[in-house]
């Protein structure tokens, strides 16, 4: 990125991408991704777009296929869901463990309204699914999607939160996000314990791979800040995960977790350093703008580079490989899970809400979280284990609550896992997943137009 803005014939191509970015935010682009994919599912198109899904990928030498589980090569559908979605939940730990150093979750005072929230919110769900299903006799198989409607989309939450602009207080960002995030601990949590299966080969690689995190812990007490290090090392727990039947998206969040959150060397000696090289430049440079003044010295090309080189130590691993990494997550890895996972065959003949799986979804993500959410916040509240906080009210509350209804991404990666691919199950589950997330979406996007207080602005064009 430096090199490219140093480069001016670079520079339209990344004021091209900014731009896009300010346009387009990756909740409305997952949304449009979505929309997409499913247009191309029920259409012509369709055994085109399945066949996407099914090529066998390899990366390594001889026998050995890193992409593999078991001898069996990975699919172009998992390589999606079992290593992009790796690098997501890496981003989450990532996320996790700067809001625990010194964002909302650092301050148990700020923190513990929305946990317990989030609380609520990923038990109400499951039990809103379970007693659904229990009333329309979904059999132990289909009952094993319980926890799919426990998760909230982060992107598409803020995004549609992003629509009512600055009547939006701050404390209710805060509180979706920091719920958001305890809700993403809990999905992570599930994933763990509920969709891993452990034999005695799998002990073996946990224990092989325990082995390889005492080394990333190590390396981070030591104040390795070297990247490679932490990759090399990570992409083998990923490899072991993968083979010891445990989830590999859970060796993303455990790696995000061992990654140095200090920079190698403090801001004060950083600023002192590069003041003391900057002013060595200064007195190399002449008067007059000759050729020889164009191009650089020997000792202006050294100082700058000892900056340079100073700049990368004075920036965390965990802040540079978060912000290095964003715009992959949103802008690539997101939209492309989306067209992996949203492609619903719509059976209008068989669409039914009222029943079944889809029925037990859509439920649990547009009554079980709002009712979790709202309800352990009232009770955190009464029983004065933590206060409203300011810009918030019942009445916008009731509004978000149903904004973390919209569980899409997390939803549809459980929905994956929970029910074999290409069963009527899954499709089922995706369009309870679908429906359910953009009802909510939409009613709850209308409770905080009606309760969140207008801007001067939007007060006096409605007088006009």
Same mark, same amino acid.
């Given at each position: ?41 029920? !259409? ?36 999606? #869901? ?66 799919? &409607? ?28 920091? !719920? ?21 080969? !799998? ?12 080394? +990333?812990?190590?390396? #981070? ?38 990654? &140095? ?10 600023? %002192? !350093?590069?003041?003391?090289?900057? %002013? ?31 700049? %990368? ?25 989306? *067209? ?21 979804? *859509? *439920? ?38 149903? +904004?973390?209804?919209?569980? *899409? ?56």
């Amino acid at each position: 990125m430096d090199f490219a803005y140093r480069n001016k014939n670079f520079v339209p191509i990344y004021s091209l991408v900014d731009r896009f970015k300010t346009i387009v935010n990756p909740g409305v682009l997952l949304l449009i991704v979505a929309a997409i994919t499913m247009v191309i599912a029920n !259409s012509p198109l369709n055994s085109w777009y399945q066949s996407l899904w099914t090529y066998d990928f390899f990366i390594g030498f001889g026998d050995f296929n890193l992409l593999s589980h078991h001898g069996k090569s990975l699919t172009s559908l998992e390589i999606v #869901n079992d290593g992009l979605m790796t690098i997501f939940f890496f981003m989450v730990g990532l996320e996790v463990k700067r809001e625990v150093l010194v964002g909302q979750l650092s301050s148990f005072r700020q923190a513990i309204l929305p946990i317990i929230a989030s609380i609520g919110g990923m038990l109400m769900p499951v039990l809103v699914f379970t007693l659904v299903g229990k009333y329309h006799n979904l059999s132990p198989e289909e009952l094993r999607g319980a926890a799919i &409607p426990m998760a909230t989309d982060i992107a598409f939450s803020l995004g549609v939160l992003s629509l009512l602009g600055k009547r939006v207080p701050l404390s209710l960002k805060i509180f979706l996000l920091t !719920s958001a995030i305890a809700d993403d601990i809990g999905g992570i949590l599930v994933i763990a314990v509920v969709y891993s299966h452990l034999t005695t080969q !799998s002990l073996i690689m946990l224990g092989i791979s325990l082995v390889l995190f005492g080394l +990333l812990y190590l390396g #981070n007490r030591l104040r390795i800040n070297n990247q490679l290090y932490y990759f090399f090392l990570g992409l083998a727990i990923w490899y072991l995960f993968l083979q010891a039947g445990i989830h590999p998206t859970i060796s993303g969040v455990l790696v995000a977790f061992t990654i &140095p959150a200090r920079p190698y060397i403090d801001l004060k000696k950083y600023t %002192d !350093s590069m003041q003391r090289d900057l %002013d060595v430049i200064k007195t190399t440079i002449r008067e007059g703008d000759s050729k020889e003044d164009r191009m650089l010295s020997g000792l202006q090309v050294k100082y700058l580079s000892r900056i340079e080189a100073a700049s %990368d130590r004075a920036i965390s691993p965990l802040q540079d490989i978060e912000d290095t990494l964003g715009d992959l997550v949103n802008y690539i890895i997101m939209p492309l899970f989306a *067209f992996a996972n949203a492609g619903v065959i719509f059976n209008l003949s068989d669409i039914n809400l009222l029943e079944g799986v889809s029925s037990s979804i *859509f *439920f649990g993500l547009l009554i079980g979280k709002f009712l979790g959410i709202f309800s352990f916040t009232f009770l955190a509240i009464k029983l004065r284990i933590s206060k409203m906080p300011d810009g918030m009210n019942w009445a916008n509350l009731s509004g978000l609550a149903m +904004l973390c209804g919209i569980g *899409f991404t997390v939803s549809l990666f459980m929905a994956g896992l929970s029910y074999e691919l290409g069963s009527d199950m899954l499709n089922d589950a995706k369009l309870g997943i679908i429906f359910g997330s953009v009802a909510s979406g939409i009613v709850g996007y209308f409770i905080l137009r009606m309760t969140l207080k207008k801007t001067p602005h939007e007060t006096e064009e409605a007088q006009e």
